[in-house]
């Protein structure tokens, strides 16, 4: 009767570990998509605070809070972190189908250009 228990046991931790290797399903595929779409969602925020300081140093920078050098120097950090953001959001667009982001980001570049123009 122990040994009934013991393979009983045994077959029960067996099954839970392996549970997830053997039945993947559409669910799995989905989480991944979920997990990019968050993703996705902090780095337009990201972009967004980038975008918004460089604003704020343009604007520090016409008032005279800014010397040449520093204004340079700040513009420069912020528009490579904002293009590193950007890439890694078109990196996460490529390998995902999310169009309705895509024309999102696409309306905030215009946006941005525009105001910036």
């Known amino acids: 009767m122990e040994q009934f228990i013991i393979i009983f ?3 029960i931790v067996s099954f839970y570990v392996s ?5 993947r399903g559409k669910n799995n595929s989905l989480e991944a998509t979920d997990h990019s779409t968050e993703i ?3 780095l337009v925020e990201q972009k967004d605070l980038y975008l918004s300081e460089i ?4 604007f520090d920078y016409g008032l005279g ?3 040449e050098k520093d204004y340079q120097q700040l513009l420069k950090e912020y528009k490579l972190k904002a293009a590193s953001v950007i890439e890694k959001i078109d990196n996460i667009k ?3 189908d ?3 982001v895509d024309e999102q980001i696409e309306k905030e570049i215009l946006a941005f250009r525009k105001v910036n123009s």
Do not use: C, G, R, S
Not at 19 to 23: G, K, S, V
Not at 55 to 58: A, R, S
């Open 98 to 100: 999310i169009k309705k």
């Open 65 to 67: 809070k800014l010397n």
């Open 9 to 11: 046991l045994v077959l």
């Open 55 to 58: 604003k704020d140093i343009e």
């Open 40 to 42: 996705l969602e902090k």
């Open 19 to 23: 549970y997830p290797y053997f039945f």
């Open 94 to 96: 490529e390998d995902t």
